[in-house]
């Protein structure tokens, strides 16, 4: 690589890293202290940031792509602005794909950072991040000059039908448990997404530290994966019956993420709680004709104080650390900050 070109990458390294960790400043019980690392503030707002940076930087390196090429990613929001922002900086021709009828914030800032609206590419709106392997393998053949960097997975595993990590991903990811290493953290509750956050940041971290995964009632992808059959057996559903839910990036089903299947099997991941929301509670009282779930969940869309700028993905990362909180004491609980609520369309409160 030449060296105005390694110095420009220099550059962005060091803007995207390093991000605060800082205190809730809510109520906290038994003692316990929830401190938020904030992802969000990197310079297109998440903790993609970090890993297209890597991505770009590798396979550049690799003489995989040059500036001037065509390269495509798959998001369901935020990892598309970092991909989109970063590749404009590094003189990329960028295609976004992402699912029709998300949130329009998503879109827009993605769009920002596209040369045109046709560089936004949709796909199935009910297959959701489930459609996205059917649609890259087609748009592959008809576009043989683009290449997809696919920060979800890495090549097909010989032999098999399934895919391996991506371990540019992960290492890139590994940063944000480096950064955290020295600050006395006891547990961490990151949101299960394409598991990559709990492998890269979770095998850093490990065995000295907890990791308390979330994800939606809806999806369940890793809760299933940990606990095979507890879900039918306490909700009286499968996991994916209920509609989709409203926290992008919190892992879809049908999909088999390699970072998710290794996050289960590396033994990453000490529990996984479900999060809900008052729609999606009313949808399953409807549904299997119940006054309630069989145990209050955690829930997305309630107040709490101090976050008003943090999305609700982070929201709901907090309302896991406060119900952990009840029951553990003195214990110092780290959440990730991924993005802020301006990536989110609003949302009605009661």
Known sequence: MEKNREDLYQSLFAQVSNTALVPYEGAVPNGNRI???????????????????????????AGLIKPGC???????????????????DLGYECFVAIPEGGEKARENAILEHLPDKSHLLFTSAPKYISGFPGFVKRYLVTNRDVFYLNHSMGALIEGSREYSNNDITLEALGHIGTEVSGEGIDCFVPAVGNGSNILGIGRVLKPSVQIVAYETFQAAVAYDLKYPGRYKELFGINPGTLSRHKLPGTSFNDIDFPHIRNAVKEGMIDEVVLVSDRETDEEYKELVENNDTPSPLPHWDTDLEEISDLGRTTKAGLAVALQLAENVRDQKILVIGYDKAERYDPVALD
């Open 35 to 61: 401190v938020i690392k904030r992802e969000c503030d990197l310079p297109y707002g998440s903790h993609y940031d970090r890993v297209f940076l890597y991505l770009y930087y590798h396979y550049e390196q």
């Open 70 to 88: 065509k390269v495509l990613e798959t998001t369901s929001g935020s990892a598309g602005v970092s991909f989109a922002g970063l590749g404009k």
